[in-house]
């Protein structure tokens, strides 16, 4: 039985050196301490204090900062591993007797007479226990940690270290991985299974050897319940609770957002935002569901703000996060993409602002050049004249580009910049920027339309606790901002979406790239991106039908009645068209000239005016706009096509040389263009 000798020598060795190395105070006083900062992973909390996401340590172990623990566990654990915690000195002497005389008895290991400090000093160091050498240094740096720290320091040092399996380490992450809970109210079962695991936390598993965890609390209960610590009728409803069979996920709520202040902040324990977690859970919901069921690379992001404190409550960087499939690694709050229509209210108030229109004012829409460029409505229809109220609440193009051209897109651009907004454009901004010819990210989108809401006051918003600051310069003045709101307040709201006044815009971009829904209401300001990470076109997609119903079941999850926009300002004119002063009740644009005087005549596009044209076979494609069908065609004033419906056609030419091409339509109406053939 050498091993029995060994065993028995093993022991008798711990005895002797627990007296002789505490009556070597000069020599403990030497220990060189291995370092007592423990590396503890970062925790991002949400607003009530509670984890939104956990970080690992360096080397990939769950350990946590222990915050608070319940009482009983603590005097559950002391019962069995260390009663006499509190008034040893590092080395319990009666403990380590006890362990001689049964290892004596016994010809085995009953108890190992190891304190908590021990068992400290040897996580601390991750020091062997299987040798006397081993022992001894635990002895010796468990001697002087007593002499360098609180009980309550080392009690500390324990809930941080202790091994609970896997890369599991310290009592909070124990209990959030095998209980999906913290640790500041546990079950008697659940103590007991916390006090048992690190004496062998790998053969103990929860899910990988149930049944040996399981034995394992049954003798912690059975002892303490033979110590009088825990009744037979706590031990009985202990040894009835099921044993966890699955390692739960550490919290991950905000991935994206959780990753950049950690980053912003490299070292912090604890990082505090504005998160709500309900919301934050619920807009994570919302962008699952969105792409539930859609091809495999659309993805989502959303926003969630209080524009009166400036305070993020959800921020969802991508609908699948673990997606590789979606790119849900790329927080799409961030990407500069194309607004598509939702910077048209900016034009409004902008134009308002000035004087130079009030929403009761008639505009055309219609065919209208822009220097070379002649933009088109989204669907390819023209309204006639109508107000700048339904021309916004349509999206109309026309009248927006033509309210562009007398603002200035320069001026647009710097009223975003003056918002907080990063906008970035390839050159000098032209026009193009009214329908979306502009990066701006969701993120910016978002703090744009705080500040609409908040009648021109633009604000910072912010995921970190504090007073939103606001910015220094107002984009518009109160009654221009209240005209715009009222407006998007008019829209009806989306199929199926609660009722309420909720002031939003929809955007689609060029090719079905981006689909978009900004709103607000008289508290919260919200944004919502669907679409693909690499921007490729997502065919089908219009931010009316994907994007809006998600808006307003977002800032429906807030409350259950939107808050009340805010009553017009006192200077607000609120008249009918035909009331208003001579100069506001049309709008008449600032260089734009109509193709023809007559605005309801057809515009020829093809061909221009004083074209050289090739006529092979002596045919000519010709395309019209506007107008009303069907058309007349002439050459040179002989007819050569009679009431031809299309606008787009091949005419026979007369031959090669100078023609007059001209067009009539049904009204009477006509255009006309000077060409050469050859």
């Not at 009530?48 to 769950?62: E, I, M, N, T, Y």
């Not at 990753?259 to 934050?280: F, K, M, S, V, W």
């Not at 993409?337 to 602002?353: Q, V």
Request: hydrophobic residues 45%.
């Amino acid at each position: 039985m050498r091993w029995h000798r060994g065993l028995i020598l093993l022991v008798a060795a711990l005895w002797a050196a627990a007296f002789l190395l505490d009556a070597g105070r000069g020599w403990v006083a030497r220990t060189e301490l291995p370092p007592l900062s423990v590396e503890i992973g970062t925790e991002v909390l949400a607003r009530d204090g509670s984890l939104l996401r956990a970080f690992q340590v360096s080397d990939g172990r769950w350990r946590l900062a222990p915050g608070p623990v319940d009482d009983r566990f603590v005097t559950l654990l002391l019962a069995y591993e260390d009663q006499r915690f509190y008034s040893h000195s590092g080395v319990d002497p009666l403990a380590l007797g006890r362990a001689v005389a049964q290892a004596l008895w016994n010809l085995k290991v009953i108890s190992g007479g190891s304190t908590l400090t021990m068992q400290v000093a040897r996580l601390l160091e991750e020091g062997p226990t299987g040798s006397v050498a081993g022992k001894i240094r635990q002895i010796r740096v468990a001697l002087a940690l007593e002499q360098r720290l609180s009980k309550v320091e080392i009690l500390d040092l324990y809930l941080r270290l202790a091994p609970y399996g896997g890369n599991l380490e310290g009592i909070r992450a124990a209990t959030l991985a095998w209980f999906g809970k913290e640790p500041r109210r546990l079950t008697t079962a659940e103590a007991a299974l916390l006090v048992a695991l690190p004496q062998s936390p790998e053969a103990r598993r929860p899910d990988r050897a149930p049944q040996a965890a399981e034995a394992a609390r049954a003798r912690v209960l059975a002892r303490l319940a033979a110590a009088g610590i825990l009744d037979a009728s706590e031990v009985a409803a202990a040894l009835r609770e099921p044993i966890p069979t699955t390692r739960r996920g550490f919290p991950a709520l905000a991935p994206h957002l959780t990753e950049r202040l950690r980053r912003a902040q490299p070292g912090a324990a604890r990082i505090a935002t504005t998160i709500d977690p309900a919301l934050q859970r619920a807009a994570e919901a919302l962008a699952r569901r969105a792409v539930a069921g859609q091809e495999g690379r659309l993805t989502a992001a959303m926003i969630l703000a209080d524009h009166q404190s400036g305070a993020i409550l959800a921020h969802v960087g991508a609908a699948e996060w673990s997606s590789d499939a979606r790119a849900g690694f790329v927080d799409m709050t961030t990407a500069l993409r194309s607004p598509g229509s939702t910077l048209k209210p900016f034009i409004y108030a902008l134009a308002f602002d000035d004087g130079l229109a009030h929403p009761e004012t008639l505009i055309e829409d219609r065919p209208t050049a822009f220097g070379n460029w002649r933009p088109q409505n989204f669907d390819r229809q023209f309204r006639g004249t109508v107000t700048l109220r339904a021309a916004l609440q349509a999206s109309l193009n026309i009248p927006a580009v033509s309210l562009t051209e007398a603002v200035g897109p320069a001026r647009l651009l710097a009223t975003l910049t003056r918002a907080g907004v990063r906008a970035e454009v390839e050159g000098t901004p032209g026009l193009a920027v009214a329908l979306g010819g502009v990066g701006v990210s969701l993120e910016g989108l978002v703090q744009a339309y705080a500040a609409l809401a908040r009648l021109g006051a633009p604000i910072t918003l912010s995921a970190e606790p504090g007073p939103g600051a606001p910015l220094m310069q107002r984009l518009f003045g109160p009654v221009a901002g209240w005209q715009v709101a009222d407006i998007l307040a008019g829209l009806p709201p989306p199929a199926g979406a609660a009722p309420g006044r909720l002031a939003y815009k929809t955007g689609t971009s060029y090719g079905h790239r981006d689909a978009l829904a900004l709103g607000f209401d008289g508290r919260h300001v919200a944004g919502v991106w669907l679409g693909r990470a690499d921007g490729t076109p997502v065919p089908g997609a219009f931010g009316g039908d994907l994007a809006a119903p998600i808006l307003f079941e977002l800032i429906g999850r807030a409350k259950s009645t939107p808050d009340p926009l805010p009553p017009p300002p006192p200077a607000t004119l609120l008249l009918p068209t035909e009331r208003l002063p001579q100069p506001l009740q049309r709008f008449r644009p600032r260089g734009a000239a109509f193709a023809t005087s007559n605005p309801d005549a057809p515009d020829l596009m093809f061909p221009p005016d004083g074209a050289l044209i090739e006529a092979p076979g002596g045919a000519l494609a010709v395309k019209i706009i506007g107008g009303t069908p069907p058309f007349t065609w002439l050459a040179n004033g002989v007819p050569v096509a009679l009431a031809i419906r299309a606008r787009e056609t091949t005419l026979p030419m007369p031959g090669p040389g100078f023609v007059v091409l001209s067009v009539i339509d049904a009204k009477g109406n006509a255009a006309r263009a000077e060409i050469t053939l050859r």
